[in-house]
């Protein structure tokens, strides 16, 4: 033996034949199929390969041509894709019955209890449409703890949004907060998908969240941080997409983000705060139609703060706002009010009142109209045209706890009117045009 072969090396073959027959040898082997050749068990998710590599080809001795596809079956792997849509995400610890609390019936008049249609034999859309919130409500948990899939996440977010915004349409805000919760945290990963990491759930409902998570917790400032991360995510989509509509929704709800900080800000007490945050986003609006609204909301903060002289700055139409929404027109006669001068403002309410172009915001009008007259001591007046408007089939929360306001200043009955109150507004509840929904106890000062 050499010193090679000693040490556990052969010796190459003396035969150039045999060298030859080895090399063809070692390169048949490269046609055995691995788990990456054809069709794939694994199902790796990579895009097609079709003609970026070419295929190697090897001839042997008998001239015949032994071909190995080194690209995968583009079929075994876009399956797989398709599979993924809906992504296969459990959620089901938002089915679990012990979230979805049992709705007081002791805080309601009884003439609403009466006039609640059978839930079983009505749709959501039709309990809706019709301004049955509370049953729409339990329907909505009724279904989400019974018959929906802990994989059907378009399902479980929509059903999910009605039992939480019909609550806080109903008043009962506090437990929309409490059943929030169990959302936990919406910026999570697991709320995206997998694949084109968008955000598994609605718009509307991360919005919602974060207010009422807000309350859930007694963190007012997580509210308000909450808002900030969702504009992030706004600001990114909006960098994101090409499409002109697309950027329009995502510059709108960026700017509705902005009035709901402003909002929080207001809950939480600094209204200095929210007064400030008011101005920066009037520096930043492109539109004058949008800062025309900011202005406008600028001044009622004002108003709300007793600022009388920063709000003149934005009412007086010799400062720097120019009317161009009837709307705004309507805040000239609130600043007569802060000043005390309750007659001034309701003769120019009672303008505002009957200009034709008033018809939809008649209401506002009216209702503002009466406030000044039973401030200026004309209590038959006002409560007039409270009635009249109950008449008309207006039931709106600030128009019904007037009116028993009045009632509690005019009357010894006042307990006995209120309650036909609550029936007569109960009975445009069970209209089917929509135009009313629940009241609670507080609303009639019951």
Not at 367 to 380: E, H, M, P, S
């Amino acid at each position: 033996m050499d010193t090679e072969t000693k040490k556990g090396v052969r010796s190459p073959p003396k035969n150039p034949n045999l060298v030859a027959s080895i090399n063809r040898a070692s390169l048949a082997r490269r046609t055995t199929r691995g788990p990456l050749d054809g069709d794939d068990p694994l199902g790796v998710e990579t895009p097609p390969l079709t003609s970026s590599l070419p295929t190697l080809k090897i001839d042997d001795d008998r001239g015949s041509n032994l071909t190995s596809p080194i690209t995968p079956n583009p079929s075994s792997l876009t399956a797989p894709l398709m599979n993924m849509e809906h992504p296969p995400k459990d959620f089901d610890y938002l089915l679990r019955p012990e979230i979805y609390r049992i709705l007081p019936q002791n805080d309601v008049p009884q003439a609403f209890s009466d006039a609640q249609p059978d839930s079983s034999t009505k749709s959501i859309p039709d309990l809706l449409s019709a301004g049955h919130f509370r049953p729409a409500a339990i329907v909505a948990a009724q279904l989400l703890t019974s018959s929906t899939s802990s994989s059907d996440y378009t399902q479980i977010f929509s059903l999910l949004y009605v039992r939480l915004s019909c609550l806080v349409l109903i008043n009962y805000t506090a437990i929309a907060a409490q059943e929030v919760k169990a959302l936990e945290d919406l910026s999570s990963s697991y709320y995206r998908h997998p694949i084109s990491n968008t955000h598994l759930v609605p718009w509307e409902l991360r919005v919602l969240a974060v207010r009422l998570q807000g309350i859930g917790y007694a963190d007012a400032r997580r509210g308000t941080m909450g808002y900030y991360e969702l504009a992030r995510d706004a600001r990114t989509e909006i960098g994101k997409t090409k499409d002109k509509g697309e950027r329009d929704m995502w510059k709108a709800r960026l700017s509705d983000l902005g009035m709901r900080v402003a909002n929080a800000l207001v809950e939480m007490g600094d209204l200095e705060a929210a007064a400030r945050h008011l101005e920066s986003l009037k520096a930043s609006s492109r539109k004058d139609e949008e800062e025309q609204y900011l202005k406008a909301r600028s001044a009622l903060l004002y108003l709300r703060i007793g600022n009388l002289a920063m709000a003149r700055r934005y009412i007086d139409p010799q400062g720097d706002l120019h009317f161009k929404s009837h709307y705004i027109s309507a805040l000239k006669p609130l600043l007569s009010m802060a000043e005390g001068d309750y007659s001034n403002a309701a003769s120019q309410f009672s303008i505002l009142k009957d200009e034709p172009r008033s018809t939809e915001l008649n209401p506002l009008f009216t209702q503002n109209l009466a406030v000044c007259l039973l401030y200026d001591g004309k209590i038959t007046e006002a409560r007039s045209l409270l009635e009249s408007m109950i008449s008309c089939g207006h039931s709106f929360r600030t128009l019904v706890f007037n009116l028993s306001t009045i009632f509690e200043l005019s009357t010894d009955r006042a307990r006995s009117l209120k309650n036909t109150l609550a029936g007569k507004v109960a009975g445009r509840e069970g209209a089917e045009d929509g135009t009313g929904f629940e009241r609670g106890n507080g609303d009639f000062k019951l």
